[in-house]
């Protein structure tokens, strides 16, 4: 009997202190991701692996940490949508966060796509500009204007 004690206890130590540095290991991990490049998709799921990970070693995180996670891992760009979480009255569920999020990334995917267009617009034309020799701009009439025959 004694000898199986030792066992179980080796074992229980053996195994504890691998939950231990797996917890260390995924709590490091969720607090150290940054979104950098990727989609606010892949980032999410990202920080959402990581939560399931500390989850399946039996240490659940809480909403408010899920969303604080989050917050801190944003690049600056994503300020505003912390400040109204922030503002709030009605604290916001992660699902309510992960929402906003992602509907402000395709805002802004909008925005720059309209950007780029615009400045490809006003490049395209002073590139036709530039093309003339002389420094003044050319008028050119246009062709549904009669003059008196």
């Known amino acids: 009997m004694d000898t199986s004690a030792k066992i179980w206890n080796a074992v229980v130590t053996l ?3 691998k939950t231990t540095s797996k917890l260390m290991f995924y709590r490091r991990n969720l ?5 950098g490049d990727l989609n606010m998709k892949e980032f999410l799921m990202k920080i959402k692996s990581c939560c399931d990970n500390l989850a399946s070693c ?3 995180i809480s909403e ?3 969303v604080t996670t989050i917050f801190n891992s944003l690049p ?3 300020e505003f949508v912390i400040s109204i979480v922030t503002a709030s009255q009605v604290p916001y569920t992660v699902q309510g966060v992960l929402s906003m999020l992602l509907d402000t990334e395709t805002q802004q995917q909008v925005v720059s796509c309209e950007i780029s267009s615009s400045a490809n617009l006003v490049s395209h034309q002073s590139s036709e500009s530039d093309n003339s020799n002389d420094s003044m701009p050319i008028y ?3 062709n549904t204007t009669r003059g008196r025959g």
């Open 64 to 66: 408010h940490e899920h």
């Open 31 to 35: 607090h150290s991701q940054r979104k």
């Open 15 to 17: 195994f504890g202190s």
């Open 76 to 78: 600056p760009e994503y």
């Open 58 to 60: 039996g240490e659940v």
């Open 140 to 142: 050119r009439p246009s």
